[in-house]
């Protein structure tokens, strides 16, 4: 069955430094979506990705944070410059996107470690 | 209360047992979806019901939804230590972007042998 596949599943980096998570969506689905969840607290939504650009982001998508896929298959978000309040597990998911009630399928996740 | 709570927060029952899980809602959805998640691992879709349906099955698992108390329920029948997990319902708003869900904040299931 197809999945959504993420890596690494675990990335520890020092505050400052720039990190590229990375994600597979399900391939012949059309909007992809970054979730963070932070220790213990709610999924939260990031950013959406259809047709190749932003279609929506959340208040936490700030200037830091952006998205690319840099080809057929890849789906990343680059975090510029890490905070220690980044450390939490980030899921990628995809959907068809033929229609508003299709399932959203999620990533295994990211967790990052900020210190 | 926040979009998606659910109740109770935790929830602790023998095995065989049926789980009682509640998600409460603020705006208009287009449909809202069950998830599992095993602790520190990723997010499984159980089920998603549409605003236009009143109750959805899939196994041991199911899900009713009343729109006009914008609240939702998810039932697990003859429990087994394995759906030990935290459950999350989340929705897809109407007027928001295709599709982004909000989550709640969960429930903590422990199914004990």
């Known amino acids: 069955e197809p999945e959504v596949t993420q890596t690494p599943s675990h990335q520890v980096t020092q505050m400052g430094q720039e990190v590229i998570l990375r994600c597979v969506p399900i391939s012949n689905h059309l909007y992809f979506y970054w979730y963070r969840q932070i220790l213990g607290q709610k999924v939260e939504f990031l950013v959406s990705?259809?047709?190749?650009?932003?279609?929506?982001k959340s208040e936490i998508f700030d200037d830091q944070f952006s998205v690319e896929r840099p080809d057929g298959s890849n789906f990343t978000l680059k975090i510029r410059s890490t905070k220690l309040e980044d450390s939490a597990m980030y899921f990628c998911?995809?959907?068809?996107?033929?229609?508003?009630?299709?399932?959203?399928?999620f990533g295994p996740g990211t967790r990052l470690t900020v210190l | 209360s926040q979009q998606g709570e659910e109740d109770p927060q935790a929830l602790s029952i023998q095995e065989g047992e049926n789980a009682t899980m509640n998600c409460s809602y603020k705006t208009s959805i287009n449909n809202l979806q069950w998830y599992r998640q095993n602790s520190g691992r990723g997010l499984v879709h159980l089920i998603l019901i549409r605003s236009n349906e009143r109750e959805k099955h899939s196994g041991r698992l199911r899900v009713t939804l009343d729109t006009s108390k914008k609240s939702s329920s998810l039932l697990i029948t003859a429990s087994r230590a394995a759906d030990t997990a935290s459950y999350f319902c989340a929705t897809a708003q109407m007027n928001s972007g295709y599709s982004t869900l909000t989550f709640g904040k969960g429930t903590m299931l422990l199914v004990s042998p």
């Open positions: 990705f259809y047709n190749n650009e932003i279609s929506e």
């Open positions: 998911a995809s959907v068809a996107g033929t229609s508003e009630n299709n399932e959203q399928f």
